[in-house]
């Protein structure tokens, strides 16, 4: 297993993403005054969502890179780490989104537990992210295996996704996994260096210029939607190695290690905080609008901790019983 040195420039790619879904995108459900937006304006914020999500599919290929499979050992401790890392948190998560009545049945609950939510016909909003990147997970031993032959993972990634395809045709399924997946391969297959900073200031204007283009021009349709899913990718990493100065360090290190908690547990804490905050519209409880950025920030200190005091009892459990080894 290999170690890469962690790319901050990244790391604000993943902030910038997180800040958006978390702080406006899905905040605004939840606002006293919430921001009417026409169905253009609501369609092109949508877009821009779905290329945020992009980004983060192709951030999460991209940090398993380091990660090698060479052997049985190696697959089963890559799934170890998975399941107590990141697939306990998202149980937790999906418990508090089942008592606070974010999931509408027993059976969704059942499927997202069981990763399979994400092929439903109406799944679970947010958390079938989530669910996607752990059937994501469940294959990339198979594509990033350590094959004799380097190109046998493009096949092996390639039939995968031709097996979706036809699963989600045949059974008429939710078919955004089909248009994350190459971006996640994408992520597995091109290493990111420093150095890419070099060819950056361009890259980033002109990949600004195209996705702004393609937000406007491209009609909503599949094969388009994948094209721009890839663009908004590439926009927001350029555009991060191009801001990122060393004076942002802290508080990108600080969003981007919260991360993960926010994306899983901003519902819940808007949800909380609405009733808390007390201020009821047309019969339902809302954030007053003064309100909104201390309850963002809320959210990310609470995800941090959350984070934090997860890792400090996961490192004291595996010193003891040795299971991430």
């Given at each position: 297993?290999?170690?890469?040195?962690r790319?901050?420039?990244?790391?604000?790619?993943r902030?910038i993403?997180?800040?958006?879904?978390?702080?406006?995108f899905?905040l605004?459900n939840?606002?006293?005054?919430?921001?009417?937006?026409?169905?253009?304006s609501?369609?092109?914020l949508?877009?821009i969502?779905?290329a945020v999500l992009?980004c983060?599919?192709?951030?999460?290929?991209?940090?398993?890179?380091?990660?090698s499979f060479?052997?049985?050992?190696?697959v089963?401790s890559?799934?170890k780490k998975r399941?107590?890392?990141?697939?306990?948190?998202?149980?937790?998560a999906?418990?508090?989104?089942?008592?606070?009545?974010?999931v509408?049945?027993r059976g969704s609950?059942v499927?997202?537990?069981l990763?399979v939510?994400?092929?439903?016909?109406n799944p679970?909003?947010t958390l079938?992210y989530?669910?996607?990147?752990?059937?994501f997970?469940?294959v990339t031993?198979l594509?990033?295996?350590?094959?004799?032959?380097p190109?046998?993972?493009?096949?092996?990634?390639?039939?995968?996704?031709?097996?979706l395809?036809?699963?989600c045709?045949?059974?008429r399924?939710?078919?955004?996994?089909l248009y994350?997946?190459?971006?996640?391969?994408?992520?597995l297959?091109l290493e990111?260096?420093?150095s890419?900073?070099n060819?950056v200031p361009?890259?980033?204007?002109g990949s600004v210029?195209v996705f702004?283009?393609?937000l406007?021009?491209l009609?909503?349709?599949g094969?388009?939607?994948?094209?721009?899913e890839?663009l908004?990718?590439v926009?927001f990493?350029?555009?991060s190695?191009?801001l990122?100065?060393?004076?942002m360090?802290?508080?990108?290190s600080?969003v981007a290690?919260?991360?993960?908690?926010?994306?899983l547990?901003h519902?819940?804490c808007y949800?909380?905080?609405?009733?808390?905050?007390?201020?009821?519209?047309d019969g339902?409880a809302f954030?007053?609008l003064?309100w909104?950025?201390?309850?963002v920030?809320a959210?990310f200190?609470?995800?941090?901790?959350?984070q934090?005091?997860?890792?400090?009892a996961?490192?004291?459990l595996?010193?003891k019983l040795k299971?991430l080894?």
């Open positions: 297993m290999g170690t890469n040195p790319i901050h420039e990244l790391d604000l790619a902030s993403c997180i800040i958006w879904i978390v702080g406006f899905h605004n939840y606002l006293s005054s919430s921001l009417y937006f026409s169905d253009a609501y369609l092109y949508s877009r969502s779905i992009a983060f599919t192709f951030l999460s290929g991209t940090l398993l890179r380091k990660y060479c052997n049985s050992k190696d089963l890559f799934f399941f107590f890392r990141a697939y306990l948190l998202y149980v937790i999906c418990m508090l989104f089942w008592k606070l009545g974010l509408a049945s609950l499927k997202l537990l990763c939510n994400v092929f439903d016909r679970v909003q079938w989530i669910n996607m990147l752990f059937v997970y469940a031993p594509i990033d295996y350590s094959w004799k032959k190109h046998v993972k493009y096949i092996v990634a390639v039939l995968l996704w031709l097996v395809i036809s699963v045709h045949l059974f399924l939710d078919q955004r996994v994350y997946f190459p971006v996640y391969c994408l992520g297959f990111l260096k420093p890419f900073i060819k361009f890259l980033a204007l210029a702004a283009l393609c406007w021009m009609p909503d349709t094969p388009s939607m994948f094209l721009f890839i908004g990718a926009c990493i350029s555009i190695f191009w990122y100065r060393p004076a360090k802290p508080i990108v600080f290690y919260a991360s993960m908690c926010a994306y547990f519902r819940p949800s909380v905080f609405r009733h808390l905050l007390g201020y009821v519209e339902r954030i007053p003064v909104a950025p201390l309850t920030i959210v200190v609470i995800s941090y901790f959350i934090f005091f997860y890792d400090k996961l490192v004291r595996d010193s299971f080894s």
